[in-house]
Nanobody
Framework: QLQLVESGGGLVQPGGSLRLSCAASGSTLDYYAIGWFRQAPGKEREGVSVISSGGGRTNYADSVKGRFTIFRDNAKNTVYLQMNSLKPEDTAVYYC?????????????????WGRGTQVTVSS
């Protein structure tokens, strides 16, 4: 029932910023922890960040701590990923996903619902 759609990706120079959005339909996001994942060419999918259903807890991968911020607006049924100080190694397709139980971690196995992804390219 739940559907997720990512937006906000694009081409940005190193040091720049982007804000990704994950919009939900078919159900309220109030019941779900939401994670952001990314997959670069030739690499496995990795967890980037996750936020609890109420927004009170967040986790980040070490590679993005201090640069990325996850937050949510449940009234708008949307979760955001603010990405600052972007580096070329951040280039990837970014996916949002929903965990229906709790904030359980950044492993893909916890997430039942996935968006189709949005491309982020960091290049000079």
């Amino acid at each position: 029932q739940l559907q997720l759609v990512e937006s906000g990706g694009g081409l940005v120079q190193p040091g720049g910023s982007l804000r990704l959005s994950c919009a939900a339909s078919g159900s309220t996001l109030d019941y779900y922890a939401i994670g952001w994942f990314r997959q670069a060419p030739g690499k496995e999918r990795e967890g980037v960040s996750v936020i609890s259903s109420g927004g009170g807890r967040t986790n980040y991968a070490d590679s993005v701590k201090g640069r990325f911020t996850i937050f949510r607006d449940n009234a708008k049924n949307t979760v955001y990923l603010q990405m600052n100080s972007l580096k070329p190694e951040d280039t990837a397709v970014y996916y949002c996903a929903a965990d229906p139980v709790a904030l359980r971690g950044l492993e893909s196995r916890w997430y039942d619902y996935w968006g189709r992804g949005t491309q982020v390219t960091v290049s000079s």
